[in-house]
T-cell receptor, first 116, second 113 residues
Framework: EPEVTQTPSHQVTQMGQEVILRCVPI?????FYWYRQILGQKVEFLVS????????KSEIFDDQFSVERPDGSNFTLKIRSTKLEDSAMYFC??????????????FGEGSWLTVV | KNQVEQSPQSLIILEGKNCTLQ??????????LRWYKQDTGRGPVSLTI?????NTKSNGRYTATLDADTKQSSLHITASQLSDSASYIC????????????FGSGTRLSIRP
């Protein structure tokens, strides 16, 4: 079955450094998402992306975050200047083949970010 | 405020037994309700999706029910297996937003041999 793939699986970075998390969504999907899960807490929505632009974003997704789909297959999340509280598992997801009804959202395995 | 509450927080049952997990939500109006299974350190995997007009949906040994009037859903697992040990998360989509889905805290299910 097609799957969403994410890299790296785990990254340790120093506070203030920039981080880029990469994702390859399921081909032919139209909608792309980033979610995060702080250890022991609920999964939280960050941003959705459709037609090469952000369609929705949460309050968490402030100016230090950005997303990009640079080449038609990859979907990236950039954190410009990481803070300790950015330590979390970041999930990429995709959904929505053309003509599909209620869309199953398929999640990747996550990228675990540790900021020290 | 849109919220999704799940109970119990954790549950331990013996292999082969059945169990039922509960989800209450205040999201209104809502578009659909999903149940996901999340193994520790892994991404959530979809089990079922139900719209407000559906009362029940099955996926193998998993059966989800939905009562849109009382804003309650349940996930029933039949003949549990050791591989069912995971967190089960209820997720509700507001009608106004397909993206800002709201996750419950999950029920941590442990199956003992």
């Amino acid at each position: 079955e097609p799957e969403v793939t994410q890299t790296p699986s785990h990254q340790v970075t120093q506070m203030g450094q920039e981080v880029i998390l990469r994702c390859v969504p399921i081909s032919n999907h139209l909608y792309f998402y980033w979610y995060r899960q702080i250890l022991g807490q609920k999964v939280e929505f960050l941003v959705s992306f459709y037609n090469n632009e952000i369609s929705e974003k949460s309050e968490i997704f402030d100016d230090q975050f950005s997303v990009e789909r640079p080449d038609g297959s990859n979907f990236t999340l950039k954190i410009r200047s990481t803070k300790l509280e950015d330590s979390a598992m970041y999930f990429c997801a995709s959904s929505g083949r053309q003509g599909q009804g209620i869309n199953t959202i398929y999640f990747g395995e996550g990228s675990w970010l540790t900021v020290v | 405020k849109n919220q999704v509450e799940q109970s119990p927080q954790s549950l331990i049952i013996l292999e082969g037994k059945n169990c039922t997990l509960q989800c209450n939500y205040t999201v209104s109006p809502f578009s659909n309700l999903r149940w996901y299974k999340q193994d520790t350190g892994r991404g959530p995997v979809s089990l079922t999706i139900m719209t407000f007009s559906e009362n029940t949906k099955s996926n193998g040994r998993y059966t989800a029910t939905l009562d849109a009037d009382t804003k309650q859903s349940s996930l029933h697992i039949t003949a549990s297996q050791l591989s069912d040990s995971a967190s089960y998360i209820c997720v509700v989509s507001p009608y106004s937003s397909a993206s800002k889905i709201i996750f419950g805290s999950g029920t941590r299910l442990s199956i003992r041999p």
